[in-house]
């Protein structure tokens, strides 16, 4: 699991996104606590899966009382905002990826 943390912790910290500090550490977070509901123009959306672990964290952005989620597992990759315990959630980011171990 660590070559996997390490990976992602050098593609969220390459995305460049402003306000958002550097990611130094992941953590193993379920599905059921950062699953989300996110409003889409086709709908309201949830893109992890309950029962599964993701790595990920929870980041303040700078100058403003929302936050930066950050969750990840072995092919997606995943940058929200939301305020006060979830609210109002906006997806920043999405992407497919693939880990390999090097």
């Given at each position: ?60 952005r700078e100058?403003?009382?929302r936050c ?5 597992d072995e ?28």
């Open positions: 699991m660590s070559g996997l943390k390490a990976e992602l912790i050098a593609q969220f910290n390459a995305l460049d996104i402003p306000g958002m500090g550097e990611v130094k550490e992941l953590y193993p977070l379920e599905g059921a606590f950062i699953n989300l509901e996110y409003r889409l123009p086709g709908g309201p959306a949830k893109f992890w899966d309950d029962r599964k672990t993701y790595l990920g964290a929870q980041l303040e100058g403003s009382c930066y989620g950050l969750a990840a092919t997606h990759l995943l940058v929200c905002e939301y305020g006060e315990g979830g609210s109002d959630p906006e997806v920043l980011l999405y992407k497919r990826w693939n880990f390999s171990e090097k």
